[in-house]
């Protein structure tokens, strides 16, 4: 499965939020993977869904990077139960520190 690539500038210490479009009545919910030593979740919010049926919503991941370089976050589009992914998304942040 390829996936797709995006890359990010972030600042140490500061949120960066990715979103990603998903459709949650078909039970597919983006799933983040990353190294929890280099970044934190801070939040996952879903966007509430439009009022026509079955439409796409928006899903989003604030992440709070925990150290500079090259981050790598990989979104899994999959059901809580199954095991493999329908489709991947990959985020690099390229984190630098602030300056003053």
């Given at each position: 499965m390829?996936?797709?690539?995006?890359s990010l500038a972030a600042t140490?210490?500061?949120p960066v939020v990715v979103s990603l479009d998903v459709n949650p009545t078909t039970g597919y919910l983006w799933q983040p993977v990353f190294n929890s030593e280099e970044m934190t979740l801070q939040e996952r919010h879903?966007?509430?869904?439009p009022a026509t049926?079955?439409?796409a919503t928006t899903e989003s991941f604030q992440f709070v990077p925990q150290r500079s370089?090259?981050?790598?976050?990989?979104?899994?589009?999959?059901?809580?139960?199954?095991?493999e992914a329908?489709?991947?998304?990959?985020?690099l942040l390229d984190v630098k520190e602030e300056r003053g």
């Open positions: 390829e996936a797709d690539v995006v140490l210490g500061q879903l966007s509430p869904p049926p079955g439409a370089g090259q981050l790598r976050i990989v979104f899994e589009l999959r059901r809580t139960w199954e095991r329908r489709e991947q998304r990959v985020c």
